[in-house]
């Protein structure tokens, strides 16, 4: 088979990863790839959201498959753009046609969605511009903290905690009239906040039946001890010691099976991934939301726990038959941790040289954010690497991860050391 994968993220490098290593793999492209993923396919200088050059080069090239790694061509409707050309239709897609993606690219889209179908979630209430005197009442009647949520895509900033009830305010004020974060924020989501410690569960689906990936719990923030500024991710791990059998059989009744018949109710079509992060309250389960791809760095905790052949595992999605596939999951633990640029999530700079990468023996390094400059590898973001270990058990995973994080160079490298440690007794 002729697989296009899109994106450039250590998502994609640990789907190209796990797609190399299928027998059903004759050619792997990467559009638009970076330094690290050319190692498993080849890559494309085509953008993710490039959708008239992807489809003539998935027709060039006879392509027989095509994951979407990230959540912007979903939104803005790359499968849908598929289905509508007669000569691309045949094409399998893995990701969701444009209304399923609204599960991510709108929070009240998402929240109609739960209440409607008895999902387990915070109460909230939806305002706009015009509605908004109706939110600053609104607010007056929650406790706090309370969250408010940029309806749209915020590129991950849109979501905010207030601790005062004028906080709030201040902040639906900034939201709605001033824009705070342009369009995302033309609608917003008061939503009540959630206790307990979050997780995340995955859903592979053909729009019929699922399988569950091993789920994962994440760290968002820079600092170590969870400090400082909330980031794109600073680290992962597969399985969550808290997230027992008892628990994840909770979330498959009460979210997985509510969610896949909730879209089958609603005649949306679904091909792909469900991320649902979680809130473990008492060993009860709350969704905090969807994302309509798998998440990162949690991607590159959970793939290599997959022993099943993952290709044939997308070919199930693309064909109707996912039930009729093997699926089986490593016993180990996989442990991620993200190496950053200095300044992160802040200003930072690119293009610095990074050395070390031979040093690591006993760890899968993923790039993230990485380009090649006359064949030497530079930083391109400020999530680079993603260095993850699997083992027998959390603590050798964790130490052999921070371990080979630290055999890798570059100029203001940053990573934190104490990722998954607050999960051991």
């Known amino acids: 088979m002729n697989i296009l994968l899109i994106g450039s993220g250590g998502r994609e490098s640990a789907f190209a990863y796990k797609i190399s290593e299928s027998p059903l793999t004759s050619q792997l492209f990467i559009a638009p790839g970076n330094a690290g993923t050319g190692a498993y396919g080849k890559n494309v200088d085509i953008k993710v959201t490039d959708f008239e050059s992807l489809g003539e080069f998935s027709l060039k090239n006879e392509i027989n498959l095509v994951l979407v790694g990230p959540e912007e061509?979903?939104?803005?409707?790359?499968?849908?753009?598929?289905?509508?050309?007669?000569?691309?239709?045949?094409?399998?897609?893995?990701?969701?046609?444009a209304i399923g993606a609204q599960l991510e690219g709108s929070k009240d889209f998402s929240k109609q969605f739960m209440h409607r179908h008895g999902i387990p979630t915070a109460l909230s209430a939806s305002f706009t511009k015009a509605t908004l005197d109706e939110g600053l009442k609104y607010l007056e009647s929650r406790e706090v903290p309370?969250?408010?949520?940029?309806?749209?895509l915020a590129a991950g900033k849109g979501v905010l905690i207030c601790s005062t009830i004028e906080e709030a305010k201040e902040e639906l004020i900034a939201m709605l009239a001033d824009a705070k974060f342009g369009e995302a924020s033309n609608k917003v989501v008061i939503e009540d906040f959630l206790k307990g410690i979050e997780l995340s569960v995955f859903v592979l689906t053909d729009g019929k039946d699922y399988k569950i990936l091993p789920a994962a719990k994440d760290y968002k923030r820079i600092g170590e001890g969870d400090t400082g500024l909330n980031t794109g991710g600073m680290g992962s791990v597969s399985p969550v010691p808290f997230a027992d059998e008892i628990f994840l059989k909770k979330v498959e009744d009460l979210v997985v099976v509510p969610t896949v018949?909730?879209?089958?109710?609603?005649?949306?079509?679904?091909?792909?991934?469900?991320?649902?992060?979680?809130?473990?309250?008492?060993?009860n389960p709350y969704v905090i939301e969807y994302n309509v791809r798998m998440g990162d760095p949690e991607t590159e905790s959970v793939l290599p726990r997959i022993e099943s052949d993952f290709v044939d595992l997308l070919l199930g999605v693309a064909?109707?038959?996912?039930?009729?596939?093997?699926?089986?999951?490593?016993?180990?633990?996989?442990?991620?941790?993200?190496?950053?640029?200095?300044?992160?999530?802040?200003?930072?700079?690119?293009g610095k040289a990074i050395s070390g990468l031979e040093n690591v023996k006993e760890s899968i390094i993923f790039h993230a954010g990485t380009t090649l400059v006359n064949d030497e590898v530079r930083t391109a973001g400020g999530r680079v690497l993603a260095v993850t270990a699997l083992k027998d058990n959390l603590l050798d995973a964790l130490q052999q991860a921070t371990a080979d994080a630290g055999r890798i160079f570059f100029e203001g490298k940053e990573f934190r050391r104490d990722i998954g440690f607050d999960l051991i007794d």
């Open 261 to 283: 018949e909730g879209l089958k109710k609603d005649g949306i079509p679904y091909k792909g991934f469900i991320f649902i992060g979680l809130m473990n309250d008492n060993g």
């Open 73 to 97: 061509p979903l939104v803005k409707g790359i499968h849908d753009y598929f289905l509508k050309n007669e000569a691309l239709k045949h094409i399998p897609i893995i990701g969701p046609t």
């Open 146 to 152: 309370i969250v408010l949520k940029a309806d749209g």
């Open 319 to 350: 064909q109707e038959n996912l039930s009729e596939k093997s699926f089986e999951i490593s016993a180990k633990t996989a442990a991620t941790v993200m190496i950053v640029s200095g300044g992160y999530p802040g200003k930072y700079e690119n």
